[in-house]
């Protein structure tokens, strides 16, 4: 059984590639890191593309890497959203992994279905990466907020340090992957970045020049967790942001450790952001799919 995208009334016929860029510029709207730049080379409808990447089988595997090093740690953007998906993609029957380093892992593992990245292990990256997918199998693989490689073959930060000691590769498991790859970012420095060079020479950034199938940039990634479940909900006719609670999120994670990643502080934030912008662009994705959202009894078949 796939996934079906429900029909729904005459009076609420959704022009998806209409909604997908309005979910697309209200995702970069403040343009911190340059992001409006780099949006200008992706074809435009690439929220509703990375949605329908989500189209498959009941019970097939996804593999959603995230964690950003920050110090001996890692920042919030990211696991908020890689969280948001798996439980998004459970909700669509999916079996959705969670794959990180630690210290990120060792308390994920405790909540989640994970899949362990070992650390600072840079040599071995390729074999790791085909004996994981080999042994899960994925239908998906996602990257949020995930290192990506640069030109030199390391891992370096906004501040131009190199973390390469801190990092696990998540970059293989895109480049080595039989099946479709999404990737998100918000800086230029990510997996998934390598689809967008031109763009980003501009930018106070060392590059990744990783590549994915799919490029979904943001404001914050966190934030197009969100954007792509509000797509989801559209496609599907029902509301997958109905549960969308980031608060709780930010407190789970802070709670343990994780820390912004632009303050370095131990709070509430993403991106030295308060929680309450998330909320609001939650609160805006909400009501911009609420018209595509139809009655349980009104969700067509497959």
């Given at each position: 059984?796939?996934?079906?995208?429900?029909?729904?009334?005459?009076?609420?016929?959704?022009?998806?590639?209409?909604?997908?860029?309005?979910?697309?510029?209200?995702?970069?709207?403040?343009?911190?890191?340059?992001?409006?730049?780099?949006?200008?080379?992706?074809?435009?409808?690439?929220?509703?593309?990375?949605?329908?990447?989500?189209?498959?089988?009941?019970?097939?595997?996804?593999?959603?890497g995230?964690?950003?090093?920050?110090?001996?740690?890692?920042?919030?953007?990211?696991?908020?959203g890689?969280i948001?998906?798996?439980?998004?993609?459970?909700?669509l029957?999916?079996?959705?992994y969670?794959?990180?380093?630690?210290p990120l892992?060792?308390?994920?593992?405790?909540?989640?279905?994970?899949?362990?990245?070992?650390?600072?292990?840079?040599?071995?990256?390729v074999?790791?990466?085909?004996?994981?997918?080999?042994?899960?199998k994925?239908?998906?693989?996602?990257?949020?907020?995930?290192p990506g490689?640069?030109?030199?073959g390391?891992?370096?930060?906004?501040?131009?340090?190199?973390?390469?000691?801190?990092?696990?590769?998540?970059?293989?498991?895109?480049?080595?992957a039989?099946?479709?790859?999404?990737?998100?970012?918000?800086?230029?420095?990510?997996?998934?970045?390598?689809?967008?060079?031109?763009?980003?020479?501009?930018?106070n950034?060392?590059?990744?020049?990783?590549?994915?199938?799919?490029?979904v940039?943001?404001?914050?990634?966190n934030?197009?967790?969100?954007?792509?479940?509000?797509?989801?909900?559209?496609?599907?006719?029902?509301?997958?942001?109905?549960?969308?609670?980031?608060?709780?999120?930010?407190?789970?994670l802070?709670?343990?450790?994780?820390?912004?990643?632009?303050?370095?502080?131990?709070?509430?934030?993403?991106?030295g952001?308060p929680?309450?912008?998330?909320?609001?662009?939650?609160?805006?994705?909400?009501?911009?799919?609420?018209?595509?959202?139809?009655?349980?009894?009104?969700?067509?078949?497959?």
């Open positions: 059984m796939t996934l079906s995208q429900p029909t729904a009334p005459a009076s609420k016929v959704a022009d998806f590639i209409a909604i997908s860029r309005q979910i697309e510029l209200l995702l970069t709207a403040r343009n911190l890191r340059g992001m409006q730049q780099v949006q200008q080379q992706l074809r435009p409808g690439y929220i509703l593309r990375a949605a329908r990447l989500f189209n498959l089988p009941a019970g097939s595997t996804l593999l959603i995230t964690g950003f090093p920050v110090l001996d740690t890692f920042e919030t953007d990211g696991p908020v890689a948001a998906l798996y439980q998004a993609a459970q909700a029957n999916l079996k959705p969670l794959v990180c380093g630690k892992f060792s308390l994920l593992a405790q909540h989640y279905q994970c899949a362990e990245l070992p650390v600072n292990q840079l040599q071995g990256r074999a790791q990466a085909r004996q994981l997918l080999q042994q899960l994925p239908a998906l693989v996602l990257s949020i907020e995930r490689l640069s030109a030199a390391i891992y370096v930060n906004m501040r131009g340090e190199d973390i390469s000691a801190r990092c696990a590769s998540f970059d293989e498991l895109l480049n080595q039989p099946c479709p790859t999404l990737a998100i970012g918000d800086g230029g420095n990510e997996i998934g970045m390598g689809n967008v060079q031109a763009a980003l020479a501009g930018l950034i060392t590059p990744s020049i990783t590549e994915c199938d799919e490029l940039v943001a404001d914050v990634s934030w197009a967790a969100w954007g792509i479940i509000a797509m989801l909900s559209v496609l599907q006719g029902r509301n997958l942001l109905a549960n969308a609670n980031l608060l709780p999120l930010l407190q789970f802070t709670a343990n450790g994780c820390i912004d990643g632009v303050t370095r502080q131990s709070t509430l934030t993403e991106d952001l929680y309450q912008a998330g909320e609001q662009l939650i609160q805006q994705l909400q009501a911009l799919v609420q018209p595509y959202i139809s009655e349980p009894d009104n969700v067509a078949p497959d």
